[in-house]
C-alpha cells in the first residue's frame, strides 16, 4: 500500500509511541502492515527505551520522530517553574501561559529548551539516530514560545526532518464537519508557527486532518473516510492506535477508542475506502 503511485495521496502518523506498550505494540503492527508512514515517539515515557529496541528493527518502514511533550506527564529533568510539583501542566494550562507570554520568562524558556534537549537526547541515545521529524504532544510545538524552542531544535540537530504544522483552512475544516470549534482552535493556534516554518523553508505537511473528540459517536470509518478525502499535496492525517493495558490507564484518558482506531486501520474496510476513492498511502517526504 505504501508503494510510490501517481493516485492522490495521504500519510497516516500515528502519535504517541512508547506512551504505553499496548499503544506502541500496535503502532509497530501498522507500520508492518504498511498501514502507517510515520510515527512520533514520547522519549519522555518509563516504556520509551524498550519500544525503541522494538521499533528499531522497522526502521525504513516509516518515518520517525519525536512527539514533543509538555503536558500532564513527567518530564525527564527537574522543571521547578513550569513543574514544580514534578508533573507538567494540562493543556489549557500550558496553552493560556503561553498566550499570555508567560513562558517567555528566561527561566522557563529556557526549562523548555533544556527539556526538548532531553527528549531529543533520548531519542537517539535509543534508537541510535536522529528523528526523521519534530510535533508536539497535544500540538504543543506550534504555541508561542515553544514554537521558537521547537524551531532552534530543528535547526541545530535535525535540520533535514520535517517539522508538522497543525493548520488547516477553515473551508475545509467546516466542509468536514468534524468538531469543527476544535479543529478551529488548534489550525488558529498555528498559523504564526506556519508563518516561521514558510520563512525558514522547513519541510513540513500543508494539510492536517485528525481531529475529533474520541467520543466514538460517529464510526470510525466514516471519520476516516471525511479526513482522507481530496487530500491535495503533503496531506497528514494524524491517529491514535493502541491496545488498552494498564500502562495505558495509569498514563491517559484516551483508552477504548485507541482500539476502535486499531481495528479500523489493520482491518480491510480500510484498504477498500482508500481503493474506492483512488487513494494510496506514502510518506510525507519520499
Known sequence: MTRQTSLPAITLCADDYGLAPGVSHAIRALIAQGRLQATGCMTGSAH???????????????????????????????????APSGRLPPIAELVKRSVTGR??????????AAEFERQFDAFEA??????????????????PVIGEVTLDLWRRRCPNAWVR??????????????????????STLGWGFRRRLVAEGVP???????VYDFSGRVPFGELFRRFTDAPGPRALMMVHPGVVDDALR?????????????????????ALSLARRGLSLKRLFP
Open 204 to 210: 513540513h505537511n500543508t494539510s492536517f486532518r485528525g
Open 126 to 143: 535509543h534508537f541510535g539516530r536522529a528523528p526523521d521529524f519534530l510535533d508536539g504532544h497535544h500540538h504543543i510545538h506550534q504555541l
Open 103 to 112: 513562558l517567555a520568562r528566561p527561566k522557563i524558556a529556557a526549562e523548555i
Open 48 to 82: 520509551w527505551p524498550e519500544a525503541a529496541r522494538l521499533l528499531k528493527p522497522l526502521d525504513g518502514m516509516a518515518h520517525m520522530g519525536i512527539h514533543l511533550t509538555l503536558t500532564d506527564h513527567t518530564p525527564l529533568g527537574a522543571m521547578p517553574h513550569l
Open 250 to 270: 495509569a498514563a491517559d484518558s484516551l483508552t477504548g477508542q485507541r482500539e476502535v482506531e486499531f481495528a479500523f486501520l489493520r482491518s480491510e474496510e480500510c
Open 165 to 186: 504544522s497543525c493548520v488547516e483552512p477553515a473551508w475545509a475544516i467546516a466542509a468536514r464537519r468534524i468538531d469543527p470549534v476544535r479543529a478551529l482552535i488548534i
